[in-house]
Nanobody, 119 residues
Framework: QVQLVESGGGLVHPGESLRLSCTAS????????MGWYRQAPGKQRELVTT???????NYADSVKGRFTISRDNAKNTVYLQMNSLKPEDTAVYYC?????????????WGQGTQVTVSS
């Protein structure tokens, strides 16, 4: 059973930074990619960023230049460094991992961590 445990959320002021962590129960090499999604109140969950097994990274336009995804394979952990935070970044952030097996995609999710950006 795959478990993803997030940490690092909190309340910050606009312009400040936060770093989220997502630790998997076991090697992250099992996954084709890992990433972060977020869901603001009243909105659909949206993709923020992904990092694939070959280290290629993708970002939503709204966070490019401000957010950075990285991973530590030895710690089975993926990080999301969030700089220059804006009120519109306020959301519950979810860690995601997926893998393809027998032609199907299997997604795994963390429990979510709240990020609030407010003055």
């Amino acid at each position: 059973q795959v478990q993803l445990v997030e940490s690092g959320g909190g309340l910050v002021h606009p312009g400040e930074s936060l770093r989220l962590s997502c630790t998997a129960s076991g090697s992250i090499f099992r996954f084709n990619a890992m990433g972060w999604y977020r869901q603001a109140p009243g909105k659909q969950r949206e993709l923020v960023t992904t990092i694939v097994r070959g280290d290629s990274k993708n970002y939503a336009d709204s966070v490019k230049g401000r957010f950075t995804i990285s991973r530590d394979n030895a710690k089975n952990t993926v990080y999301l460094q969030m700089n220059s935070l804006k009120p519109e970044d306020t959301a519950v952030y979810y860690c995601n991992a997926f893998r393809f097996q027998f032609g199907r995609r299997y997604d795994f999710w963390g429990q979510g961590t709240q990020v609030t950006v407010s003055s």
